[in-house]
């Protein structure tokens, strides 16, 4: 939520093109409104904007607005932001200003005592111009250094006296050979090139510039400079300033996380559906042993014992990742026996859990491995005494820094914001882990082995998946989007329950439609009174042991007048015969547990194409960000 830029460079030149692009790629941790201000001959110049940065920063318009000096530029920040303290608006778009226009600051996070702080600072004569918590922010260093404190005092004073979350970047005509970070529940991290120093809130925003970065880790702050002729920088935390700390200068080597573009998709969405097969692949690479029957997981390696002594599993995650724990759920329970419990975060945090620490084990899973609910619930979690564990896609993020061990899920950059491969790799690593628990009570070798010998097929029959489903899913979806329908259920039994939740998730968060997701059993509970004619049901029933009794259940919805999607195997596709009804084909596969990994495929497809025939964008669905890193 809300993505930080902040560039310092002893060479100087035209940082825009570099500020706007690095924004571009932060587009999806919030696309509200962005902003741009750097240091120009000892003022301050400023650009915000309602919209995202691809959307508004159009060049001509840029050039005219910061018009380049002839020696450039060597300072300067930008902001894209994901409202939460006052409506999308130019004045409510960061930067930031103080009264003065001396300094400017951009902020990812929450200020929990910005109105106490707001009220005391208006008392002390500051002007306020926007609604946000945020501008609390520039006021406080400004009446620090009326008190007297230096540019880095007044800011680390301030940091001091913020509750909640922050990733702040400073820039001040004050100093303007300085650029000044500090970091608490939101990340930020600075990439490393020889004349030029990037501030960022995620790698992903600066790899085309450098893989070599250094992350500020809760509670420290970072003093970026320009000093005779080259940029150099210290680290400190922020209530101990002069105790300087020496940080990992960490690498990013895998390059097939630094691809951020299109390719020859026309949206990331679409191209991150198309991944999944190698996602998947590249999630179970070299995690097994064919010979052994097991799943290898190296990251819990040091906590064989304890996996092999748990009594039951717990899982913390929200949305999507959510819906992959409730999945790992029944497999757990399928094929280890250990009873699963799959919490929300957001309300996992609150309440009263009667599992003991000492007999369970915790999984939080995440793609950003930012997400706060499930961040503070880990760090409940352990404070309670319980082993965490993450399933998370971005390495080095704070989830990932906090769990005590994990597999990290391999899905590689995610910046569509519905999530879809994070949820395939996500399932990936929890087909290993069912694996592995099962294989410690009792599970064959043999039996090890023909399933990891189907899972190494999964790829290949999700291609052809996705090959042989996604032109009809798009004339379904286009149908059903122009006749408009009035209510839409996704159903399914056993497994496929989780399924038809993910299922809903995607369709709400890309069409703004309302959609239910129900066990097929519930369906005569209660949900059946809302089957007529403009009513469409989606129902996830390859053939299995369920199947006659789906059968039924679709009969039931046939009678009302419903209109109903199949979403059934080729051998499903055969006992069916000739039906009033649209069927969508998945290969067959032997062992049931493993159709999720196909069923999602045409799911996902149909809530894109649905929401293409909408004209929303699937890209940045409204009101949502990537990463919730608020409560
Ligand atoms: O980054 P996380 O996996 O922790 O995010 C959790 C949810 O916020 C996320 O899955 C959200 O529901 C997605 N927009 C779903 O598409």
């Known amino acids: 939520m809300c993505g930080i830029i902040g560039i310092i460079t002893s060479e100087k030149r035209n940082l825009i093109p570099e500020i706007i692009s690095s924004l571009k790629n932060l587009e999806y941790r919030g696309y509200d409104s962005t902003g741009i201000a750097i240091i120009d001959n000892g003022n301050i110049k400023r650009v915000r904007r309602i919209g995202a940065p691809s959307d508004v920063f159009h060049n001509q318009e840029i050039t005219e607005a910061f018009e380049v000096p ?17 409506k999308p608006s130019e004045e409510n778009a960061h930067p930031h200003f103080d009264c003065g226009g001396n300094l400017a ?38 009446q620090s250094r009326k008190e007297g404190a230096s540019l880095k005092d007044a800011f680390l004073n301030t940091a001091s006296l913020l509750h909640g979350s922050f990733g702040i970047a400073l820039i001040s005509t004050d100093d303007p050979n300085r650029l000044l970070l500090a970091k608490h529940g939101s990340p930020l991290l600075f990439g490393i090139l020889d004349n030029t120093l990037i501030a960022a809130s995620s790698s992903n925003a600066i790899l085309s ?46 390059k097939s996380l630094g691809d951020m573009t299109k390719g020859e998709y026309e949206s990331f969405m679409k191209k991150e559906i198309h991944e999944q097969p190698s996602v998947f692949r590249t999630t179970i690479l070299g995690r097994y042993d064919e010979e052994t029957g097991d799943a290898v997981l190296g990251g819990l390696i040091d906590y064989e014992e304890i996996l092999r002594n748990a009594k039951q599993v717990l899982t913390v995650a929200c949305g999507t990742a959510h819906n992959a724990s409730l999945v790992g759920g029944v497999l757990i329970e399928t094929l280890a026996g250990i009873p699963v419990r799959s919490e929300i975060a957001s309300e996992f945090r609150y309440k009263k859990v009667p599992m003991i620490p000492t007999e369970t084990v915790l999984f939080a899973v995440s793609q950003s491995g930012e997400t706060a609910d499930t961040l503070e619930s880990v760090k409940e979690a352990r404070r309670k005494g319980y082993k965490t564990f993450g399933i998370i896609n971005v390495v080095g993020s704070a989830i990932a820094e906090t769990v005590d061990a994990g597999v990290y899920a391999r899905a590689g950059f995610e910046i569509g914001v519905a999530s879809t491969k994070a949820f395939t790799a996500q399932l990936a690593v929890f087909y290993l882990l069912a694996i592995k628990l099962a294989r410690e009570r009792g599970m064959t070798p043999q039996k090890g082995k023909g399933l990891l010998t189907e899972l190494e097929e999964i790829p290949n029959l999700m ?34 329950v989780p399924l038809s939740t993910e299922a809903a998730l995607k369709f709400k968060e890309l069409t703004y439609l309302e959609a239910g997701s129900y066990p097929l059993g519930e369906l005569k509970h209660g949900p059946i009174a809302v089957i007529d004619n403009d009513a469409l049901s989606v129902i996830i029933m390859p053939y299995d042991e369920l ?49 999720p990994t196909l069923e999602i495929l045409p799911l996902q497809l149909f809530a894109y194409y649905y929401a293409l025939a909408l004209g929303n964008n699937v890209d940045k669905p409204r009101n949502l960000a990537k990463s919730v890193t608020v409560e």
């Open 70 to 86: 002839s020696d450039g530029f060597s300072i300067g920040i930008g902001h894209n932001r994901w409202a939460t303290h006052g």
């Open 463 to 496: 291609t052809k998946t996705l090959v042989d489903t996604e032109s009809i899913v798009r004339e379904l979806a286009e149908h059903y989007a122009n006749k408009n329908i009035c209510t839409i259920n996704f159903l399914g039994r056993g497994i496929h």
């Open 105 to 142: 600051i951009v902020h990812n996070g929450t200020i929990l005592n910005y109105e106490s702080l707001r009220k005391e600072l208006i008392s002390l004569g500051h002007t306020f111009l926007s609604t946000t918590d945020t501008e609390v922010i520039p006021h406080l260093i400004e």
């Open 209 to 254: 510039y450098t893989n070599t970065f250094i992350a500020l880790a809760d509670g420290e702050y970072a003093d970026l400079s320009i000093k005779e002729g080259s940029v150099t920088y210290i680290i400190g935390t922020i209530l101990d300033p002069e105790k300087l700390l020496t940080k990992e200068v960490m690498t990013i080597t895998d």
């Open 547 to 595: 199947f006659e009794l789906n059968k039924n259940s679709l009969e039931q919805i046939l009678s009302k007048s419903g209109n109903v999607i199949l979403i059934t195997d080729e051998i499903g596709a055969k006992k069916l015969g000739a039906q009033s009804v649209d069927i969508v084909v998945i290969p067959t596969l032997k062992n049931t547990l493993l159709y």
